[in-house]
């Protein structure tokens, strides 16, 4: 599935009523019931096919959660079905986005700690991919809208 070409799309858009429709996806309104000034959001989630969307106030899709090992309540994503590489490792990642040009960014930390190797992100243009490992394994992808400021 083309996830990345539905970012930016809106909630009532075809295409995104089709993969809501597709995998009987429901969509539930988080307001701001705690008066925080903060911005009221929009959830979408296939735990059975690994994958969630969350859409901004203004009903638009600024980020995709897919879950490549189970966690979380979601069963593990049929990689197979996804239209990008799949860098099981951090360093495999990093060896590809370099070779490729691509600009990254990556968690900080020492050999040992927590925080080493723990994601990486690519910038795409109008969106990144952002890789995250647990136990030197990946284990989500989430791609996000970048959004001009």
Request: proline share 2%; aromatic share 16%.
């Amino acid at each position: 599935m083309k996830f990345a070409a539905l970012l930016g799309k809106k909630l009532k858009d075809d295409d995104v009523i089709e993969v809501l429709e597709t995998h009987d996806m429901t969509v539930v309104y988080e307001f701001d019931r705690t008066h925080e000034n903060m911005n009221d959001l929009y959830w979408s989630d296939s735990k059975p096919d690994g994958f969630q969307f969350g859409f901004d106030k203004d009903q638009v899709l600024y980020v995709v959660f897919l879950y490549i090992t189970a966690s979380e309540g979601f069963e593990p994503i049929d990689a197979s079905t996804l239209d990008f590489p799949i860098y099981g490792t951090f360093d495999e990642a990093k060896n590809s986005f370099e070779a490729d040009g691509i600009s990254y960014s990556q968690s900080s930390g020492e050999s040992g700690s927590s925080m080493y190797k723990w994601w990486i992100k690519g910038d795409f243009g109008s969106f990144t991919r952002h890789y995250q490992y647990q136990d030197g394994s990946l284990f989500r992808v989430t791609l996000s809208r970048k959004v001009s400021a």
